[in-house]
């Protein structure tokens, strides 16, 4: 068995840099077990005030085990990447992944597991408001093969909510139902973003994961082929002491994109979707300027029109660099730069629009398909060419 015995005493065996013949590696499978058994990954945004208490306290808890603790920081501007070097400085079992002009939970969770080879891994907040003494129950509960996954959870008669409004329980709970339509698995908390798993799971689904957003769990369950086995153990969600929530409005966007992307993914890309519902958007603020300028003002009908597809065209690129384009949104001079080309393609786009629908009524006087295939086709251009031209998404060889 892996682990269990020792073939050769051999100090040259024990050293990692002459593994080079097919023996010696075989001897390094049979040296006894001295690597990580668990990897607590922590995501992090300005959190720089809670560091030093969690790696304590982990410290505390996880002192039968061979563990390390891997912070996946995305540049926050209050340096908690730079606070865990130091720390990591001192302590060999503390390492840090900083990722520079990127953002979101779920990503840095993956690329944290990805940088692991312990058999175990835990995702936990970085903010103390999970229950880390939990781990080691958690653990135990892997380790006995009695789960693939144990997550912590807050909806049990013995978990809590700690003091969430009243509005934040009502969107977590209509999140964890629509969850059910994605999830092969019951689970009273799917949202949780507590809980620990076997490598194994993980390496099932990696490749399928959506990475967006915030619901990593969710993501990893939904991407997995076969069910994994699900254990759960309750736990008070804590309040926050230091720093502030990440979450917001844009995450519900988010969340709700993961689960369309679950659902047709593999059919449409998730940002077309995005995309087209903030066009339908536009079309609906297209005519509420159009009405006010025409009907109450008393504009023109074509100074109105410009006008109203002005706005509308201003307001789809202001949306969809910050839901659809959330994760590589453009700021400063680069927002300038993004919104001239994304106006100069729309209105190819509405040229297009217009020349194929006016071709298609000419052949066969169907008003209403024309208008759709007018509509069809610039949209997919305008998608097309704002993705790569505006928000320079590079596309795959
Ligand atoms: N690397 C990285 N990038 N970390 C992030 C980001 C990001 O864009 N946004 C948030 N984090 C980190 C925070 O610093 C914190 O350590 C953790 O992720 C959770 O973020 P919070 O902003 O504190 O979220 P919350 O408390 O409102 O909600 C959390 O708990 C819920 C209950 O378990 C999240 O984990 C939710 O997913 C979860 O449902
Ligand atoms: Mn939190």
């Not at 912590?152 to 700690?162: A, D, E, Q, V």
């Not at 076997?198 to 990593?216: A, T």
């Not at 988010?254 to 059919?267: A, E």
């Not at 066969?364 to 024309?370: H, R, Y």
């Amino acid at each position: 068995m892996l682990h269990k015995t020792v073939k050769s005493t051999s100090p040259d065996i024990a050293d990692p840099l002459r593994p080079d013949s097919q023996d010696d590696r075989d001897d390094y499978t049979t040296t006894p077990a001295l690597g990580v058994e668990l990897s607590v990954i922590i995501p992090t945004f300005n959190e720089r005030a809670n560091v030093l208490e969690l790696i304590q306290r982990l410290q505390t808890t996880l002192v039968k085990y061979r563990w390390e603790v891997i912070f996946v920081d995305d540049d926050s501007p209050d340096e908690t990447a730079r606070l865990v070097r130091e720390i990591a400085q001192c302590d060999i079992r503390v390492r840090c992944i900083q990722r520079i002009a990127r953002r979101g939970l779920s990503s840095a969770c993956t690329e944290g597991m990805l940088s692991s080879s312990a058999p175990y891994m835990a995702v936990i907040d970085g903010d103390l408001q999970h229950d880390e003494t939990l781990l080691p129950k958690m653990l135990e509960v892997l380790k006995h093969d009695k789960a693939d996954i144990v997550v912590g959870t807050r909806y049990s008669p013995r978990g809590g909510l700690g003091e969430w409004d009243r509005s934040r329980v009502a969107i977590s709970r209509v999140a964890t139902w629509l969850s059910r339509l994605v999830l092969k698995a019951e689970l009273s908390d799917p949202m949780s973003g507590f809980f620990m798993l076997r490598r194994e799971v993980f390496e099932h689904s990696v490749r399928s994961l959506s990475g967006i957003g915030y619901k990593i769990l969710v993501d990893i369950i939904a991407s997995s082929e076969h069910p994994p086995r699900l254990a759960e153990i309750p736990y008070d969600f804590r309040t926050r002491e230091s720093g502030e929530s990440k979450l917001d409005a844009r995450s519900v966007w988010d969340y709700l994109m993961l689960l369309i992307d679950k659902f047709v993914g593999h059919i449409v890309p998730v940002r077309f979707i995005s995309f087209c519902l903030i066009g339908g958007f536009g079309v609906i603020a297209h005519f509420v300027v159009l009405g006010f300028l025409f009907n109450e003002i008393g504009l023109g009908f074509t100074y109105s029109q410009a006008t109203a597809t002005f706005v509308a065209m201003a307001g789809n690129y202001a949306l969809n660099n910050l839901l659809t384009y959330r994760d590589m949104r453009l700021r400063g001079w680069q927002w300038l730069r993004g919104w001239v080309s994304f106006t100069a393609a729309c209105s190819i786009g509405a040229l297009a629009n217009v020349g194929v629908a006016s071709y298609l009524f000419s052949m066969d006087q169907q008003w209403g398909l024309a208008a759709l295939a007018g509509i069809l086709v610039s949209t997919v251009w305008n998608y097309a060419v704002t993705m790569v031209y505006t928000w320079k998404i590079p596309q795959k060889a």
